[in-house]
């Protein structure tokens, strides 16, 4: 498909193709019925339309999205002074200012443009945005508006990682629920479910496959503690935030050997200040390590921003899953902070089954640099 060739950037210049008329589209801007996409013989002559920043976001209903930027190349370059179409497809009803689906705007001289705010609107779900100029290839962009709680997180914040001979209990697995800025979720019922596929035997008290807990004032609870089965083997223990899309899981092994979960050690620096919109200077880092020290390598890590949802992953996300090199180190995505004045501090959240860590790094957007 042409946006998969697009997003993957695998296509020469040369071989992508220009405008038709290059010099001419250039001067003017203006380009015939005839040199439009899919219009006779000269429309296998095409400039690429590079998405630059937005694509895969997910917003709740009634929030904006991050800008939606593109870039138009020919064979010789950025193409400048063209009108460029952005096209809310069906899916939602998500909108441009004004409740328009549609948008339009002019390359600068570089070839970039980003278009109009676009709102996430009900019903939630998946949708695209098509990109459209005079001789180019079409770009799309992927976004899903969340059903309302997808502004929810279920962390696992103990008990992942652990280690029991057959026939003897795990401790409790302990989950916490909060809102996307931090804020905790009381009185909500949490479900642990062992797979119906598990193969070593362990269960909850009365040889139950799920157990449920309910969240405190802070938004925690701990499940009943699971009972080793009496076959050595892994197994995961998902956990669901009843009435919101929220889950995480817990990672348990059945074993007579010796062992223990890893650790997750921030590493610095863990406290960062930078001016609004800027990109903090170093990105996110944890050390994944056994109980005597050693790092473990190709160890998954997902951070999770917190607090203040505007700051961003410079892939324009909250989340990031990266691994671990061969000293246990595993680093984000560089962040971008919110584009508000004022202090506003974000904490990070950091997850993988055998090791589970939170709110450990400080991010503030401040008018004052430190």
């Known amino acids: 498909m042409n ?3 697009l997003l993957a950037g695998g296509l020469p210049l040369a071989a992508a193709a220009t405008l038709a008329t290059a010099g001419s589209a250039r001067a003017s801007g203006r380009v015939g019925a005839a040199d439009r996409p899919g219009a006779g013989a000269g429309s296998v002559n ?10 895969h976001q997910t917003e709740d209903p009634n929030r904006v999205f991050s800008d939606l930027k593109v870039q138009l190349v020919g064979e010789f370059g950025p193409v400048p002074d063209v009108p460029v179409t952005f096209t809310v497809l069906p899916g939602t009803g998500s909108t441009f200012p004004g409740g328009a689906v549609e948008t339009r705007v002019r390359t600068d001289d570089r070839g970039y443009c980003t278009a109009a705010p676009l709102t996430a ?15 180019a290839l079409d770009a799309h962009f ?5 059903g309302g709680s997808a502004g929810e997180l279920l962390l696992a914040v103990d008990g992942s990682g652990q280690q029991a001979p057959p026939g003897t209990p795990f401790q409790g697995l302990r989950a916490r629920a909060l809102e996307r800025d931090g804020t905790p979720l009381p009185g909500r019922t949490v479900v642990f479910a062992v797979p119906a596929t598990d193969t070593t035997g362990t269960r909850f008290p009365g040889n139950a496959l799920e157990a449920i807990a309910e969240t405190d004032a802070t938004g925690h609870c701990v499940s009943p503690a699971p009972l080793a089965g009496a076959t050595e083997g892994t197994l995961t223990v998902d956990a669901l935030l009843r009435g919101s899309t929220a889950r995480t899981a817990f ?4 074993s007579t050997g010796a062992g223990g979960g890893a650790q997750l050690v921030p590493q610095p620096p863990t406290d960062q200040t930078v001016q609004p919109g800027e990109v903090y200077a170093d990105p996110l880092a944890v050390r994944v390590q056994r109980p005597d020290g050693t790092g473990v390598a190709r160890h998954p890590v997902r951070f999770t921003l917190l607090g203040d949802t505007r700051a961003r992953f410079t892939d324009g996300t909250v989340e990031h899953l990266a691994v671990s090199g061969g ?7 560089p962040v971008r902070a919110s584009s508000d004045y004022g202090t506003t ?7 993988v089954g055998g090791a589970v860590g939170h709110g450990e790094f400080t991010l503030t957007t401040s008018s004052t640099r430190k």
């Not at 990672?251 to 059945?254: F, G």
């Not at 501090?345 to 997850?351: N, P, Q």
């Open 3 to 5: 946006r998969r060739r």
């Open 46 to 55: 095409r400039a690429v339309l590079k998405l630059v920043r937005g694509d």
């Open 121 to 135: 609107r009900s019903p939630g779900g998946k949708f695209q945005v098509r990109v459209t100029a005079p001789n």
């Open 142 to 146: 992927d976004l899903e508006v969340g």
């Open 251 to 254: 990672h348990l092994t059945v």
């Open 327 to 333: 000293d246990g180190i595993v680093r984000s995505l």
């Open 345 to 351: 501090t974000l904490a990070v959240a950091f997850s």
